[in-house]
Nanobody, 120 residues
Framework: QVQLVESGGGLVQPGGSLRLSCAAS????????MGWYRQAPGKERELVVV???????NYATAVKGRFTISRDMAKNTVYLQMNSLKPEDTAVYYC??????????????WGRGTQVTVSS
């Protein structure tokens, strides 16, 4: 079993900041990438940012310069620092991992999501 557990969501005013965390646990053999997607009401889930095992990152255009992903490889944890938040950043943020479980094939895994609401 693999679990992705997110934390750090909440309500923040426009221009404010939040930091999300996601920890992967279980019988993990290799992690190829971790990151975040988001889904706003009535919209499809979209990429926010993913960081690969070599440290390369892929940010959505809408968050470049405002959001920063970092990781602690020893803890299988990624962080998303979100600054200059806008109302349009309001969404459920899902942690994502591309990994291989011990003795299993490589697969995508998702967390349950954490709500981020940007409103005055």
């Amino acid at each position: 079993q693999v679990q992705l557990v997110e934390s750090g969501g909440g309500l923040v005013q426009p221009g404010g900041s939040l930091r999300l965390s996601c920890a992967a646990s279980g019988s993990i053999s290799s992690i190829y990438g971790m990151g975040w997607y988001r889904q706003a009401p009535g919209k499809e889930r979209e990429l926010v940012v993913v960081i690969s095992s070599d440290g390369s990152t892929n940010y959505a255009t809408a968050v470049k310069g405002r959001f920063t992903i970092s990781r602690d490889m020893a803890k299988n944890t990624v962080y998303l620092q979100m600054n200059s938040l806008k109302p349009e950043d309001t969404a459920v943020y899902y942690c994502y991992a591309d990994l291989r479980r011990t003795l299993y094939t490589r697969s995508d895994y998702w967390g349950r999501g954490t709500q981020v609401t940007v409103s005055s």
